[in-house]
């Protein structure tokens, strides 16, 4: 069963419990004002008894003299005896008392014998029990008033707390309604939609989380989800990209070191036969170191597009950083730019993997130094982080900067924005601080220029892979 047709349910069994309760409750209505309207025929029969005997005796008055009157006058009093005992049985268990025992005394002299025509003051006796007969009446009309009112009031009390009851009910109903479909129903709705999203394979939709409920709590873990798994395809297809790349520099490298092997042999021969000459010597020499270094470079580039391990050792920075800056000095001459290095007090060494490092700070300053153009000036700083056991390493130029929204797609492998780029230098030093444990991004520029900043640890962990 859906969830619609349980709550659906649920407020079907809603609505009846609520209907039973009205219905009780007029049952409980009706058989109260049942019994009024008893108690009300009741006091109009007693009415239209004291009515009757009100006639008898009128009746009983107006019979004339001789043989034939006194056998009326028999027949009335004996009907009168009958219908004042009735009267009398039900009169005796009310309020009543006083005024039926003035009747009964009235009617005495005149109707209690049952015989003879009347004395002188006959007259006077008659009018006695019409007048307590009358103020029965009255005070029977009295009571069924009285009786009529307190019905009136009651039912119309009951009436308004019958209405109060069903709008209360039914507001309540409908609230219930409202909360359940903002509290249920629309949560579950989106956690369906951002399902199927994520069954179709879409994990860039984020499900809005209003509350911190179950369903809250739930709608966040899938929101976490989808995060996780965005970041693992996107690590996925940027490992895949650089094994691209690393199988690509394989080639290149091994084109590049026969060259080299070759200018190493022509540098050593050029030693041995003039080795005399004390500047041939020294050149030959920063020739073969040269080729040593790049030698070293391309195994290092290798161990940088793939994933591996890194061998941390302390560092002083100082040295190591202008020793960079040095061999990059030539190209940045050649462009007419200004290289710079600045290595704070407070941060003398560190532990990492120089040789990787120097082809991460290779390729920023590269990058750099391309960006600049002539006149521009390339900065690279170390300094102490913002959290005690971190250092950052900035590079910064005075070129064109990256626009806000090519500030991650830079470090993607094979994203370039020149005409004479591969797109790898930032990538490999994307994974070579990662391996380090650290994390670099291009970071707010403060006028022209861009502004690339590595945040590292002080301590490498020896062994770490990517």
């Known amino acids: 069963m859906l969830l619609r047709h349980k709550f659906g349910l649920l407020a079907l069994v809603y609505v009846a419990a609520i209907t039973v309760t009205l219905v009780v409750a007029l049952t409980c209505i009706v058989v109260y004002f049942d019994a009024a309207l008893e108690r009300a025929h009741a006091a109009v029969a007693l009415r239209d008894e004291v009515e009757t005997l009100r006639t008898l005796a009128r009746a009983y008055e107006g019979v004339g003299p001789g043989a034939g009157g006194a056998a009326a006058r028999e027949g009335l009093s004996r009907s009168w005896r009958e219908r004042s005992a009735r009267l009398a049985s039900r009169l005796r268990e009310g309020s009543l008392t006083a005024e039926w025992s003035e009747v009964v005394r009235a009617a005495a002299p005149i109707l209690g014998e049952g015989s003879g025509e ?3 003051d006959a007259a006077g006796r008659s009018a006695d029990l019409d007048r307590a007969l009358a103020a029965l009446l009255r005070r029977l009309g009295d009571e069924g008033g009285e009786q009529v009112t307190a019905a009136g009031r009651t039912q119309q009390r009951v009436v308004s707390l019958l209405v109060i009851n069903g709008a209360a009910a039914a507001a309540l109903c409908v609230a219930g ?30 499900i809005a989380v209003r509350s911190r409920d179950e369903l809250g709590r739930l709608a966040d873990e899938i929101n976490q989800m989808c995060g996780m798994i965005t970041a693992m395809q996107a690590r996925l297809a940027e490992q895949e990209r650089l094994a691209g790349a690393a199988e690509m520099l394989m080639r290149v490298a091994h084109n590049i070191r026969n060259p080299l092997q070759g200018l190493r042999g022509l540098a050593e021969e050029t030693i041995h036969r003039h080795g005399d000459d004390a500047q041939t010597r020294d050149l030959q020499q920063r020739i073969l170191g040269t080729v040593d270094r790049f030698e070293r470079w391309l195994r290092e580039l290798h161990h940088a597009t793939s994933p591996g391990t890194i061998h941390p050792g302390p560092v002083a920075l100082e040295p190591w950083l202008r020793n960079v800056a040095e061999v990059l000095s030539p190209m940045a001459l050649k462009r007419g730019a200004t290289l710079e290095v600045r290595v704070e007090p407070e941060l003398e060494s560190v532990v990492m993997d120089s040789a990787q490092m120097e082809q991460a700070l290779v390729a920023l300053l590269t990058n750099a130094i391309q960006a600049s153009g002539a ?3 390339v900065r690279a700083t170390a300094r102490c982080g913002r959290e005690a056991e971190r250092w950052e390493l900035e590079v910064a130029d005075d070129g064109p900067g990256i626009p806000e929204a090519l500030r991650e797609a830079v ?9 004479d780029g591969y797109g790898l230098g930032l990538a490999m030093a994307r ?31 020896s062994g770490a892979s990517g």
Do not use: C, N
């Open 177 to 206: 309604l409202v909360l359940v479909h903002r509290w249920i129903q629309r949560p579950i709705l989106e956690l369906r939609d951002a399902t199927r999203r994520i069954a179709g394979g879409d994990f860039s939709g984020r």
């Open 118 to 120: 009347g004395g002188p």
């Open 411 to 419: 470090f993607q492998p094979y994203f370039t924005t020149k005409a």
């Open 375 to 377: 006149g521009g000036r």
């Open 431 to 461: 994974q070579i601080v990662r391996l380090h444990g650290g994390e670099v991004g291009v970071a707010p520029s403060i006028g022209a220029g861009s502004r690339i900043v590595a945040t590292l640890p002080r301590h490498a962990a």
